[in-house]
C-alpha cells in the first residue's frame, strides 16, 4: 500500500543522546516535511524538503537536524541540544505542487529518559 | 503574526446532534485553510481544504466548512455527528507551499451517547 512509514513508533532516549527518527514514503512525493506535536500546543514545522539534496529550516530547527539524501527518505535526528525533545513526532509529504493534499505517517513517540 | 486560533479546547455533544468547530485565522497573503482530525496516538487526517472558488466545502465524513474573509473565519461544521467522530480537531493556514502549514491548537471532540 501507498503511504508514509515511521519508526520507531515508539522511543526511549537517555540524555545526552543523539536519536534518528526514520520516514520512509512510497507516494512518489517530491516535497517531506517533519512536525512536532505537543499536548495543547498543535503542529509545529520543524524542517522541510521540496527537492532531493536540500531542506530549510521551519519554526522549530534548533537542536534537530535531518537529511535528504533520496526522494523517499527524509530521517530526522533529534540532537542533544534539544532541550525538551519528548514530543510527538509526524512526518508529511506532498507532491510539492500548489493544492495538492499533505499525507501525514502515523507518528513516532519520543520520551527522554 | 500568523496564527491559527481555534477557541474551544474541548467540546461534548451528544451523538445525533449537530456541530461547529472554530477557527479563526491570521495570515499575511491570500490563505488557503485546511481542516484535520487525528485519532489518539495516530497521524492526522485531511477532512476538507480551501482554496479558492465557493466559500463553503465538503469534505469528508459528512463534514463541511465556510470560509468568511471577512471574519477571518473558517468554521467547521457537521448536522449530525457521529460516536466515531470523537478524535481532536485541527485547523491549519499555508501558503502556496501546501506542506509550510501553522495549526492551531486544536479541539477535542466528546460524543455522548
Known amino acids: 500500500d501507498g503511504g508514509i512509514t515511521q519508526s520507531p513508533k515508539y522511543l526511549f532516549r537517555k540524555e545526552g543522546q543523539n536519536v534518528t527518527l526514520s520516514c520512509e514514503q512510497n507516494l512518489n512525493h517530491d516535497a517531506m516535511y517533519w512536525y512536532r506535536q505537543d499536548p495543547g500546543q498543535g503542529l509545529r514545522l520543524i524542517y522541510y524538503s521540496q527537492i532531493v539534496n536540500d531542506f530549510q529550516k521551519g519554526d522549530i530547527a534548533e537542536g534537530y537536524s535531518v537529511s535528504r539524501e533520496k526522494k523517499e527518505s527524509f530521517p530526522l535526528t533529534v540532537t542533544s541540544a534539544q532541550k525538551n525533545p519528548t514530543a510527538f513526532y509526524l512526518c508529511?509529504?506532498?507532491?510539492?505542487?500548489?493544492?495538492?493534499?499533505?499525507?501525514f505517517g502515523e507518528g513516532s513517540w519520543l520520551t527522554v529518559v | 503574526a500568523q496564527s491559527v486560533t481555534q477557541p474551544d479546547i474541548h467540546i461534548t455533544v451528544s451523538e445525533g446532534a449537530s456541530l461547529e468547530l472554530r477557527c479563526n485565522y491570521s495570515?499575511?497573503?491570500?490563505?488557503?485553510l485546511f481542516w484535520y482530525v487525528q485519532s489518539p496516538g495516530q497521524g492526522l487526517q485531511l477532512l476538507l481544504k480551501?482554496?479558492?472558488?465557493?466559500?463553503l466545502v465538503q469534505g469528508i465524513k459528512g463534514f463541511e466548512a465556510e470560509f468568511k474573509r471577512s471574519q477571518s473565519s473558517f468554521n467547521l461544521r457537521k448536522p449530525s455527528v457521529h460516536w466515531s467522530d470523537a478524535a481532536e480537531y485541527f485547523c491549519a493556514v499555508g501558503g502556496s507551499n501546501t506542506g509550510k502549514l501553522i495549526f492551531g491548537q486544536g479541539t477535542t471532540l466528546q460524543v455522548k451517547p
Open positions: 480551501y482554496f479558492s472558488g465557493d466559500t
Open positions: 495570515y499575511g497573503a491570500t490563505p488557503y
Open positions: 508529511a509529504s506532498s507532491s510539492g505542487n500548489f493544492g495538492n493534499t499533505i499525507y
